[in-house]
């Protein structure tokens, strides 16, 4: 069964640090973009970054450019999203994405909340 896996998050202070993880089973992890999308109460889902499948290339939403490090390793199926500096309007549900062509999967979401 083709799945990913959301996990870290959490509650953290304004300036602080966290991170979240997402491991993948049943597909080819390497082949395919990941990236990490947020949503906001009351938002629509927004891009944070995201990685080739040979983690070359990266990109990142203004917002967190600086402040978040997205990577991954393909011998664990797993990528992760390291943010640093953390603001209040960070706060958001995280959800990981693998996309190959025409194919998207999507983690169930973990949740940030940062304290002001």
């Known amino acids: 069964q083709e799945q990913l896996v959301g996990s870290g998050g959490g509650l953290v202070q304004s300036g602080g640090s966290l991170s979240v993880s997402c491991a993948a089973s049943g597909f080819t992890f390497s082949s395919y973009v990941l990236s990490w999308y947020r949503q906001a109460p009351g938002k629509e889902r927004e891009l944070v970054a995201s990685i080739t499948g040979r983690g070359d290339v990266t990109m990142y939403a203004d917002s967190v450019k600086g402040r978040f490090t997205i990577s991954r390793d393909n011998a664990k199926s797993t990528s992760y999203l390291q943010m640093n500096n953390l603001k209040h309007e960070d706060t958001a549900v995280y959800y990981c994405?693998?996309?190959?062509?025409?194919?998207?999967?999507w983690g169930q979401g973990t949740k940030v909340t940062v304290s002001s």
């Open positions: 994405s693998a996309r190959f062509g025409n194919r998207n999967h």
